[in-house]
């Protein structure tokens, strides 16, 4: 079965410092992966997908990601971290499915808190 | 360009009712995806529609159901509501498919069931 998770339900930063939100995930075949932000009573936004190429993504935001396929990861990085920051992050993966088709399957999220 | 719009943002049922969410994707998009958020289940795929054709559907019971119009645009509906429904219902909608496309989410119905 295909998986993500996110092991940490929060992590906490003060702003300035560099930030990681991990994600680990669990598929067959090559990995299609994307992270996503929640802020409050808001939908997901876009940051950033892995689907091929350079293991570092450069996304919104000032965000990056490293795929690391021995390690089966896909960590949300970011250098020097802003109180605006502060959100649900989502990792997810695709699933492989018919066709050309595919669904999401989402970690469970982890807040970012970035102190001041 | 617009984005993902749904209606209506907010909705309170009661149990053994049914609702109607509406989604409209951003132009051109033709792939509409459908998620439930939940703080115990995190979010969960419905289903996936793309030229009026349900291509993916998740582990939801059959009174949840949905459809894709013409124009893209899509609903999902919801039957005899029970006070598990209660969710952030959110969609998604890409220009080909959730595979390689990024996915633009819309800001969710908040359906609270009493």
């Known amino acids: 079965a295909q998986s993500v998770a996110q092991p940490e339900d929060q992590v906490n930063v003060a702003e300035g410092n560099p930030l990681t939100v991990k994600c680990t995930y669990s598929?067959?075949?090559?990995?299609?992966l994307f992270w996503y932000v929640q802020y409050p009573n808001r939908g997901l936004q876009f940051l950033l997908k892995?689907?091929?190429?350079?293991?570092l993504v450069k996304g919104s935001y000032g965000f990056e990601a490293e795929f690391n396929k021995s390690q089966t990861s896909f960590h949300l990085k970011k250098p020097s971290a802003l109180v605006s920051d502060s959100a649900l992050y989502f990792c997810?993966?695709?699933?492989?499915?018919?066709?050309?088709?595919?669904?999401?399957?989402f970690g469970q999220g982890t807040t970012l808190q970035v102190k001041p | 360009k617009a984005g993902v719009t749904q209606t209506p943002r907010y909705l309170i049922k009661t149990r053994g009712q049914q609702v109607t969410l509406s989604c409209s994707p951003i132009?051109?998009?033709?792939?509409v995806s459908w998620y439930q958020q939940t703080p115990g289940q995190g979010l969960q795929f419905l289903f996936e529609?793309?030229?009026?054709?349900?291509?993916n559907k998740g582990n939801f019971p059959g009174r949840f159901s949905g459809r894709q119009f013409s124009n893209s645009r899509s609903e999902m509906n919801v039957s005899t509501l029970e006070l598990g429904d209660s969710a952030l219902y959110l969609c998604?909608?890409?220009?080909?498919?959730?595979?390689?496309?990024?996915?633009?989410f819309g800001p969710g119905t908040r359906l609270t069931v009493l």
């Open positions: 132009s051109g998009h033709r792939s």
């Open positions: 598929v067959s075949g090559n990995p299609y």
């Open positions: 892995y689907i091929t190429g350079d293991n």
């Open positions: 998604a909608s890409s220009f080909t498919s959730p595979r390689l496309d990024e996915q633009f």
């Open positions: 997810a993966v695709r699933a492989l499915g018919s066709g050309n088709t595919g669904k999401l399957i």
């Open positions: 529609y793309f030229s009026e054709t349900q291509r």
